[in-house]
């Protein structure tokens, strides 16, 4: 019915969607994405991953739309909507990219490994977290140490807390996080507290190699009791270890090293220690190379040996201990590298040890004689009936032999070391009953694994944890019974079942597999064969065995949790019968080394037991012995004893997750994380969840959310009657008979009832939204149309303006010019009659004054023609005068001498002498009157010349400048005058100069 409403949620672009690509691969699921195109018949969407994709209508079914919850991620997913594997893993992806690192799942912390320091563990992340339920703040593995703690104080009640995951996930350092924030708020920082801090570093030292997972893998299981006094400060603590791989310590795949105290050693250790201990470099011993690394980047084994010194220190390790240790720990090494060189005996494979100066060390650091190491090596000695028969050995067996013997001495070393720790740390509980401790433990356990090829050791950390999962999925179920108990919700008809079928195949019913492995192991004809056929014919018909393929066939498999494992059954009896050689023990037992006799103790004391009751004779020639107990059933009842511990206390749990193999921070591997989402056993949550009722929403959360489903119904903080109404929209929207229930406080849905209320939801939405949008939309175009019209009124009224504006300058300037045409016409015509008047008048004025001046000029002329003349008649008149005078004179004279002249002479001739002498007289007046007229004729002609050169003169051009300089030369020329700075205006030098030349003219004319 709402697969139409699907296809058309599809379409809308941003939409996130769920992609199931159909890979068809074990740990594939569909990835988050989000819708790009959706418009062009096929829909683009771009996946979490970042790949595109494009879905054609015919695969429509390949999409689902996401719920909300799942777009942006929650902190608790167990509210998810997409409440599945896909929904979880891309909620971590989501989260893990933001740096956040810490998810709910329910009670469950989900921790994926950041592989970088995030900046979360600080003293005051601490002080936020304290005292706060888990909900309060976001989530953070502080969190669930504060809720250990605190319920631990408010219940009374002991608490632990389960920390899975695969091999790098983040185990340990989150259990070492919680002892941190424990430390810290417990109170005063107390020497007992140091030293259960102070355990961590020698437990990974012994415990902790490289591996190609993780530079600092325990190799070890542990379960750390921390105890609490009633004022809840830490008191002691005690420390359970569980399946040290001995393995290691004498072989070591590619890139991995043997345990960390070795490298730490050889490098930390003091040089005349070493000498005395005959230790080299790490380099020079078979067992620290056989995984060709013995570096490991990020770690300092030397700085690492001071602390591990000096928390052994604090740990009460004496100084005769740690020498003890280390001798141990160099013999090891040294038996390492003895070399084995086959031989042969009466037909038989034998084999010897080379002598060397490691066979002598490490014999002497054992304190047992050298030859005894060797024949402990090569031979083997079997009691049949109370006789000793001794047998070599081939060199294969001979290695063998040596590296059980290595493996021995490391692993009840490392039982010792914790032994010790716990003596150091455990305070044993008062025997006052009014003294009550309180504990909190800490179980960092390998998590389910599935190899390709799995051994022994793998089926007993599978077997843990199956255990552990039952554990929790009934803590779960117990969880979600007691939320229904609470809501007064009827839950009669949830059915769950959980693994027990499994285990009680593995390890609880009679003739179950650890149980025929152990009868097995006890056998002495018994091998790995034999066990696989009882192991084949008893559990056959079982659904959680799977048999070998065929008769040939090694592995069997068993249908775990998380998946099916297959074991490789070869090695498994060897490996459950975890004993050492008779003659082994025996070499311990001459050993005049009492540490190694003491950690080989409860061996060296079963063998002298089964040698003091040697002789009864037993039937069919069993060996009378008493065994050590086998790996398994020593396994078996730690694990036992450790359920009976989680199941008094309140447990908590974190799942860790490793989000790469590659180390590397900000990377996200998919496949890997769900993979151990799967082991880790949370699906069962959400199986147990499902189940019942998944969704469930308090009534204010739901009025919230799917008011919009009924109209008219108020928020929730307006409502009186919150149920009512959750109800109400519920029986509506869902339909009375639907499976759903109303608590409490809390309405429960079914997954499909979410589903439908959500889709109705969004359609109420995406109706209310096209509103809201038609609206908006039509609001915008109205105002944008509005504000266009305005715009281009304004535009238009502007336009206009500016046209008539320029049409009127255009016109006015029209008109000014026409009626400068005009006006100049009218003043032309004046100007020309005025003009031609003016010029007749100037030509009267002209006239007359010419006239005037000529009549002037003519009166002039005259009066100076009249004086000129009266002068000249004058100066004529007196010049005659003058003339007559002296002629008059010379008459006289004339006549005075010719009386004289009568005198003396004849009158006639004194006539003529007077009258030559008067000619001569005359003659001189004549030159003197000639001489007179032409001086005066001299002086005419130059006033003539001078008048002449004047007129000459002035016809000569006048040079003005050269003027202005005669006249103003004075003056200088610094600069212009004041008040005339600047250019002349246009047409004044012509004016100037043609009122200059008007000036010269009528100067001249003046002058002239
Ligand atoms: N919360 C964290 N912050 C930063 N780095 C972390 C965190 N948790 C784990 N790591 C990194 O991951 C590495 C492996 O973590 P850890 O040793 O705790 O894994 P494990 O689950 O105990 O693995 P194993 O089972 O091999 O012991 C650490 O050495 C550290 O570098
Ligand atoms: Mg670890």
New binding site residues.
């Given amino acids: 019915m709402f697969t139409e409403y699907l296809k058309l949620l599809l379409l809308a672009t941003g939409d996130y969607v769920w992609l199931d690509l159909k890979t068809g691969r074990e740990f594939d699921v569909p990835v988050g994405a989000v819708v790009k195109l959706c418009d062009s018949g096929q829909i683009q969407v771009l996946d979490d991953e970042g790949q595109e994709h494009w879905i054609f209508p015919q695969n429509a079914t390949n999409i689902k739309p996401m719920h909300p919850t799942s777009v942006h991620g929650v902190e608790d997913m167990i509210r998810l909507g997409d409440l599945n594997e896909a929904g979880i893993l891309r909620n971590l992806l989501i989260r893990y990219n933001e740096h956040v ?1 810490y998810t709910y799942t329910g009670s469950i912390l989900v ?1 994926v ?6 900046p ?2 600080t003293p005051d992340q601490i002080r936020l977290y304290t005292n706060r339920k888990i909900g309060e703040m976001p989530p953070h ?1 502080f969190a669930i140490a504060d809720n250990c703690y605190f319920n631990m104080q408010r219940n009374n009640k002991d608490q632990c807390c389960i ?1 899975s ?13 919680i002892l941190q924030f424990l430390a810290a708020i417990s109170g005063q920082h107390s020497w007992i507290e140091q030293q259960v801090l102070e355990a961590t570093p020698i437990l990974e030292a012994f415990g ?1 190699a490289k ?1 190609i ?7 070890f299981g542990k379960y750390i009791d921390i105890h609490f006094n009633k004022r809840g400060a830490i008191e002691g603590a005690k420390i359970e270890q569980y399946l040290l791989e001995k393995s290691r310590v004498c072989r070591q795949a590619l890139d991995e090293r043997n345990y960390h105290i070795f490298y730490c050693m050889l490098k930390g250790m003091a040089p005349e220690m070493k000498a005395k201990l005959g230790l080299g470099l790490a380099r020079d011993y078979a067992y620290l190379t056989t995984g060709n690394c013995t570096e490991c980047d ?1 770690r300092d084994d030397l700085a690492d040996y001071s602390s591990i010194l000096s928390a052994m220190k604090v740990l009460m390790f004496s100084e005769t201990e740690n020498l003890e240790i280390s001798k141990l720990l160099a013999a090891i090494l040294h038996m390492g590298n003895l070399r084995f060189e086959a031989r042969t005996y009466d037909n038989l494979d034998a084999c010897v040890v080379v002598r060397s100066p490691d066979l002598v060390t490490a014999a002497s650091l054992m304190e047992v004689e050298p030859k005894d190491v060797m024949v402990c090596l090569t031979t083997r000695t079997l009691i049949t009936r109370g006789e000793s028969v001794t047998t070599p050995l081939s060199v294969e067996q001979g290695l063998d032999v040596r590296d059980a013997f290595v493996k021995g001495i490391y692993g009840r070393l490392f039982v010792w070391i914790v032994d010790k720790i716990n003596a150091a740390i455990y305070r044993p509980p008062s025997c006052e009953s009014s003294v009550i401790r309180r504990s909190i433990g800490l179980l ?1 356990i ?2 389910f694994e599935n190899f390709v090829v799995n051994s022994f050791e793998q089926l007993c950390i599978n077997f843990a944890n199956e255990n552990l999962q039952q554990f929790f999925v009934r803590h779960v179920f117990k969880l979600e019974q007691e939320e229904y108990n609470l809501e007064d919700i009827n839950w009669q008809h949830i059915e769950f079942t959980d693994n027990q079928d499994a285990l009680d195949m593995i390890a609880n019913k009679p003739m179950n597999i650890i149980s025929l492995i152990d009868e097995e192991s006890k056998f002495p004809k018994g091998t790995d064969a034999t066990m696989l056929y009882k192991l084949n014919s008893q559990h056959k018909l079982n659904h959680n065995y799977i048999p070998p393929k065929n008769s040939y066939g090694t592995q069997f498999g068993i249908q775990h949790f998380a998946g099916v494992v297959h074991y490789e059954s070869r090695g498994f009896l060897e490996k459950n019968r975890d004993s050492l050689h008779t003659d082994i023990i025996q070499l311990v037992h001459s050993s005049k080394n009492k540490f190694i006799k003491q950690i080989f103790q409860a061996d060296v004391a079963m063998f002298l037991c089964g040698y003091q009751q040697p002789s009864t004779p037993t039937p069919k020639g069993v060996e009378t012995r008493k065994r050590s107990p086998t790996l398994s059933s020593q396994f078996k009842r730690s694990l036992e004893m450790l359920m009976r511990t989680l199941s008094v206390c309140q447990p908590f749990f974190v799942r ?1 997750i ?1 989000p790469n193999k590659s ?1 590397k921070p900000m990377l996200f591997d998919r496949e890997l994380c769900i993979r151990q989402l799967r082991y880790s056993g949370m699906m069962e949550t959400i199986r147990i969840r499902r189940a019942g009722y998944p969704i469930r929403y308090t009534f204010g959360e739901f009025v919230d959310r799917y008011r919009v489903l009924m109209p008219g119904i108020k928020p929730a903080h307006l409502q009186e009657d919150l149920k009512g109404t959750c109800q109400q929209i519920v029986s509506v929207r869902l339909g009375k008979q639907e499976d759903w229930q109303i608590g409490k406080t809390k309405i429960f849905l079914k997954d499909h009832h979410d589903m439908q209320l959500e889709i109705e939801r969004d359609k109420a939405i995406t109706d209310k939204v096209i509103l809201i949008q038609k609206s908006v939309r039509g609001l915008k175009a109205r105002t944008n149309f509005i504000r266009l019209r305005s715009a281009v009124v304004f535009i238009q009224k502007v336009w206009r303006g500016y046209m008539s504006r320029k049409n009127y300058h255009i016109m006015k300037s029209g008109f000014i010019r026409l009626q400068a045409v005009c006006r100049s016409r009218k003043y032309y015509r004046s100007y020309r009659i005025t003009r031609r008047r003016i010029t007749l008048i100037q030509a009267r004025c002209r006239g007359f004054l010419i006239r005037l001046a000529f009549w002037r000029r003519l009166r002039a002329v005259l009066t100076i023609q009249a004086y000129t003349r009266g002068m000249i008649a004058r100066r004529l008149c007196q010049r005659l005068r003058a003339e007559r005078q002296r002629r008059l004179e010379a008459e006289r004279q004339h006549l005075a001498e010719e009386e004289q002249l009568r005198n003396q002479m004849t009158v006639r001739r004194a006539k003529a002498e007077a009258e030559r002498k008067h000619q001569e007289r005359l003659f001189q007046l004549v030159q003197q009157q000639e001489e007179q007229e032409r001086e005066e004729k001299e002086e005419a002609r130059r006033k003539k010349e001078l008048l002449e050169q004047m007129e000459r003169e002035k016809e000569q051009p006048v040079d003005h400048s050269d003027m202005v300089d005669r006249m103003f030369g004075f003056l200088g020329d610094s600069g212009s005058l004041p008040n005339q700075d600047g250019q002349a205006p246009a047409g004044f030098e012509v004016k100037m100069r043609n009122e200059s030349w008007k000036t010269v003219k009528n100067k001249d004319k003046y002058f002239f």
């Fill in positions: 690192i921790a490994n950041p592989y970088q320091l995030l979360i563990y593995i920390i995951g695969e091999s790098g996930a983040g185990k340990t350092e989150s259990t070492k996080l902790n591996t997972r993780n530079d600092n893998s325990s190799r990020g960092d390998f998590g860790c490793k180390k």
